[in-house]
């Protein structure tokens, strides 16, 4: 007893209609408490104030900066973890082009000498086969820094990530 118009199914079935829904869902999250603030307003003054659709907006956009991915990224906020995924791993997870492989102690043993400052300053400056920024041109010198500790603490070292400053942590 099979019908062919099922209206159970899912009407998500490829990849693309998966952004477009969660696009669509996001654009709801977000002019939802727009929309609703001018109607509260508006019945007090006449204009919402730039300020207040801001405050309502806030954590959204906190949300998105969290998750740490989608265009909205802000630059230098990647983890060392994000970081390495996105770029370092293509060649350290492997060990591709003599790369020291995350986790290989014996490989990272004689360079941590050189500490979490004199590693950073060397993946900056590119070594052999690695070019600067390990490829990661837009990459700033902390989430250099934080992938190297993130590889490094898996493969015998015990540096300290240095955090990401978010914009809900306090000014010093
Ligand atoms: C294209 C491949 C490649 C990518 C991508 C890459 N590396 Fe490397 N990395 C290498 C190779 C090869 C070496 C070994 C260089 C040598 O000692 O000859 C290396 C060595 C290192 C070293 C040790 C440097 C030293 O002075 O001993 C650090 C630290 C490092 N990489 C960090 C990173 C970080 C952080 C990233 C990502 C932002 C990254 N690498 C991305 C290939 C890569």
Known sequence: ????????????KTPKQLIVAVVAFFAVVILLPVMFSQLVTAGRKAEPSEEQTARLILPVARVELAAGGGAAAVKGAKTGEQVVTAVCGACHTGGVAGAPKTGDNAAWAPRL??????????????????PPRGGGAD??????????????????????????????????
């Open 139 to 172: 990459l700033t010198d902390a989430e250099i820094a934080r992938a190297i500790a993130f590889m490094t603490n898996k493969s015998g070292a015990n540096f300290k990530e240095p955090p990401v400053e978010t914009a809900a942590a306090p000014a010093k």
């Open 113 to 130: 000498a050189l500490g979490l400052d004199g590693l950073t300053k060397s993946a900056i400056a590119g070594k052999n086969a690695m």
């Open 1 to 12: 007893m099979s019908d062919p118009h099922d209206d159970h199914s899912t009407f998500i």
